[in-house]
C-alpha cells in the first residue's frame, strides 16, 4: 500500500466510530472472529482498546490484521483501523 493510498484510508477512517472493543480479556478467538466476519459486508474498520487492556495498540492490529488477511491502516493512541478489499466488488477506490 502507497503513502497515499494509506491517506485516503485514513480520511475516509477518520469519519468512522470504533465498531469493536478490545477488553481486559485482550484479544479472544471470538472477537477475532467476529471482526473477520464484520469483512464480508465492510472494507474498512476502527477497532478501540480499552484502558484496562494491557496490551499494546500496536501488537494487537497486527495481530487481528494476519488473522483476518487485513491491513493495519493507522494505530493512533488506543485506536487503530483495519483495511481488507472486497474481493469481488471493492466498494473503496484506492488512488494509483
Do not use: W
Not at 42 to 47: P, Q, S
Not at 52 to 71: G, K, M, Y
Amino acid at each position: 500500500m502507497t503513502s497515499k493510498q494509506r491517506a485516503y484510508l485514513k480520511s475516509l477512517a477518520s469519519k468512522l466510530d470504533p465498531v469493536f472493543q478490545v477488553g481486559k480479556s485482550s484479544l479472544t478467538p471470538e472477537l477475532t472472529e467476529a471482526i473477520g466476519e464484520f469483512f464480508n459486508n465492510n472494507e474498512l474498520i476502527k477497532v478501540a482498546v480499552l484502558k484496562n487492556c494491557l496490551d499494546d495498540p500496536r501488537e494487537i492490529a497486527q495481530t487481528v490484521a494476519d488473522r483476518t488477511h487485513s491491513q493495519v491502516v493507522q494505530v493512533i493512541g488506543k485506536k487503530f483501523v483495519l483495511y481488507k478489499p472486497d474481493k469481488d466488488k471493492p466498494k473503496i477506490q484506492l488512488p494509483n
